[in-house]
């Protein structure tokens, strides 16, 4: 009686197939959760950038310190947020606005320094900043609202002709798009200002896969496009008023380029000023004197 032989499993095309499908379920596995960090990182770069952290100044941090006399105000925005500020009268019948960067508040320091020269000031945190109200940042595009504050405060005093623009930064995109929009500004000063807003998120969400999500996340909470905010077209607007625009040629944080390109759309009169070597917003501590006279 002869027994029949184990037959034996040899490789079949189902464990060359299984190899297949396993690599192919881990590939998948992995794009999902990349798609997923990515939409993560990206919601949590959108809400940092939407909800600053306020930056507090001491008690004693007022013009005061710096040997100008000053009054404690509050604007109040066309969308009702309260804002905290300090105001200087004016000594030569023009004031002043500033508008400070992102994540910063107002300078008590530059406040003076702006009153020492016989100019009426109106320094402000702006919404979402410092000690005032609002929740949210929208890095310029609802803070011409701010500017439309003080401006409408500022118009409102005795002895006030003229009214100028100061910003740093987002301040600086910030006062572009006031002015744009008030021609009752008569001259801005725009200090490290950037070009788009979209360009802005392509700098502080440098992978390009987290950069989707950024944008919808953040126009999600705010409701306004991303495409909304170009001083670059809204700078063109401001001639025949002057612009005085600065940039450190080092800067990291907006486009190196966004000086030249903010004087090339700009209208006459227009006077340009890049600094070798500077990084963002440094100008003025590079060399105080000269970057005080040019803008004074």
Same mark, same amino acid.
């Given at each position: 009686?002869?027994?029949?032989?184990?037959?034996?499993?040899?490789?079949?095309?189902?464990? !060359?197939? &299984?190899? #297949?499908?396993?690599?192919?379920?881990?590939?998948?596995?992995?794009? *999902?959760?990349?798609? *997923?960090?990515?939409? &993560?990182?990206?919601?949590?770069?959108?809400?940092? &950038?939407?909800?600053?952290?306020?930056?507090?100044?001491?008690?004693?941090?007022?013009?005061?310190?710096?040997?100008?006399?000053?009054?404690?105000?509050?604007?109040?925005?066309?969308?009702?947020?309260?804002?905290? /500020? !300090?105001?200087?009268?004016?000594?030569?019948?023009? $004031?002043?606005?500033?508008?400070?960067?992102?994540?910063?508040?107002?300078?008590?320091?530059?406040?003076?320094?702006?009153?020492?020269?016989? &100019?009426?000031? *109106?320094? !402000?945190?702006?919404?979402?900043?410092?000690?005032?109200?609002?929740?949210?940042?929208?890095?310029?595009?609802?803070?011409?609202?701010?500017?439309? %504050?003080?401006?409408?405060?500022?118009?409102?005093?005795?002895?006030?002709?003229? #009214?100028?623009?100061?910003?740093?930064?987002?301040?600086?995109?910030?006062?572009?798009? /006031?002015?744009?929009?008030?021609?009752?500004?008569?001259?801005?000063? %725009?200090?490290?200002?950037?070009?788009?807003?979209?360009?802005?998120?392509?700098?502080?969400? @440098?992978?390009? $896969?987290?950069?989707?999500? =950024?944008? =919808?996340?953040?126009?999600?909470?705010?409701?306004?496009? #991303?495409?909304?905010?170009?001083?670059?077209?809204?700078?063109?607007?401001?001639?025949?008023?002057? $612009? =005085?625009?600065?940039?450190? /040629?080092?800067? %990291?944080?907006?486009?190196?380029?966004?000086?030249?390109?903010?004087?090339? %759309?700009?209208?006459? @009169?227009?006077?340009?000023?890049?600094?070798?070597?500077?990084?963002?917003?440094?100008?003025?501590?590079?060399? @105080?004197?000269?970057?005080?006279?040019? $803008?004074?």
């Amino acid at each position: 009686m002869s027994r029949s032989r184990p037959t034996t499993a040899e490789p079949t095309q189902r464990d !060359w197939r &299984y190899w #297949v499908k396993l690599c192919g379920f881990t590939v998948v596995c992995a794009l *999902i959760g990349l798609l *997923i960090g990515s939409a &993560y990182l990206g919601y949590r770069g959108a809400q940092h &950038y939407i909800y600053p952290p306020r930056a507090a100044l001491p008690l004693d941090e007022t013009p005061a310190r710096f040997g100008s006399d000053y009054q404690d105000i509050h604007l109040f925005t066309q969308d009702g947020i309260t804002l905290s /500020a !300090w105001y200087t009268p004016a000594q030569n019948g023009a $004031v002043i606005l500033i508008a400070h960067g992102y994540g910063a508040a107002r300078s008590a320091a530059l406040h003076a320094r702006f009153a020492q020269q016989g &100019y009426g000031v *109106i320094s !402000w945190d702006a919404r979402a900043h410092g000690a005032s109200g609002g929740e949210r940042s929208t890095m310029g595009y609802e803070e011409a609202l701010d500017v439309a %504050a003080a401006l409408d405060y500022a118009l409102q005093q005795e002895g006030v002709q003229q #009214v100028g623009a100061f910003g740093n930064s987002m301040g600086a995109a910030t006062v572009i798009r /006031a002015a744009a929009q008030r021609h009752e500004i008569a001259a801005v000063v %725009a200090d490290s200002a950037y070009p788009t807003l979209e360009e802005m998120i392509a700098r502080v969400a @440098p992978y390009p $896969v987290l950069r989707p999500f =950024f944008r =919808f996340f953040a126009e999600r909470e705010v409701g306004i496009s #991303v495409r909304a905010m170009r001083p670059l077209d809204e700078i063109g607007q401001l001639t025949p008023r002057p $612009v =005085f625009i600065i940039q450190g /040629a080092a800067d %990291a944080t907006v486009p190196p380029d966004s000086a030249q390109r903010l004087y090339a %759309a700009a209208g006459e @009169p227009r006077t340009l000023w890049l600094g070798p070597g500077v990084g963002h917003g440094g100008m003025r501590a590079a060399d @105080p004197d000269e970057y005080d006279q040019r $803008v004074f």
